[in-house]
């Protein structure tokens, strides 16, 4: 009982880190956003601005490692796969302190050069890691892995930092990969209401999209 209440006031300090890092940086934004699937959203959350907070990048990417290693273990992957762009960042930081090699896919093949989708020393067998950001609805991840498997390399699961809960987690179970997340955004919501970083129309806001994945 002492270790399951041990991790859980782990888990909760974790998130907590997290929701402080979105408060402090700005990264949660409210308005009509269009994200890369074509969607229009009523909320943003831009991950990309963490990586210029040197302090707050330490701290979420140890919290990122840490979760991956609890979860995964090390052991369980032979290489770790960036989304471009804003993936790219954590999944370099993840690789080099889980001592896997990097690689990361490209949205199109390059047409020059060696042409390919997937930049990096992939072997076929290959296990990879994908790791994003966050999650909406898993159309990256989901060309990312298909990329991968193309040229050999075996993918079962995908780690991001936020997983919105837009139905990204069914679309990868669907291809056969496992959607692991950090925090989930109706957590993150409800904690960041508790913290008065949102009011309670921005709560409903998000728990709202929620539902709807």
Do not use: W
């Not at 890369?36 to 990048?57: C, E, K, M, Q």
């Amino acid at each position: 009982m002492a270790f399951e209440r041990t991790a859980n006031e782990s888990e909760q300090s974790s998130e907590e880190e997290i929701c402080k890092t979105l408060r402090k940086t700005n990264a949660l934004e409210f308005g009509a956003f269009r994200l890369s699937s074509g969607r229009v959203t009523p909320y943003y959350v831009d991950l990309r601005v963490i990586p210029s907070f040197p302090d707050a990048f330490r701290t979420i990417s140890d919290i990122f490692v840490d979760v991956i290693k609890k979860e995964l273990g090390a052991e369980s992957f032979d290489r770790v796969s960036g989304i471009p762009i804003a993936g790219t960042a954590f999944a370099s930081v993840a690789a080099f302190h889980l001592n896997k090699p990097f690689l990361y896919t490209r949205q199109t093949r390059r047409l020059r050069g060696r042409e390919r989708r997937v930049e990096g020393v992939l072997m076929p067998g290959d296990r990879v890691l994908l790791v994003d950001d966050l999650a909406t609805t898993g159309l990256s991840l989901k060309r990312a892995a298909a990329a991968i498997r193309a040229e050999g390399g075996v993918v079962t699961d995908a780690f991001v930092l936020v997983d919105r809960e837009e139905g990204a987690r069914d679309r990868l179970a669907e291809s056969g990969v496992n959607l692991h997340s950090v925090l989930k955004m109706s957590k993150a919501a409800g904690r960041l209401y508790e913290m008065n970083a949102i009011d309670e129309d921005q709560l409903g806001i998000i728990l709202k999209q929620a539902r709807r994945g």
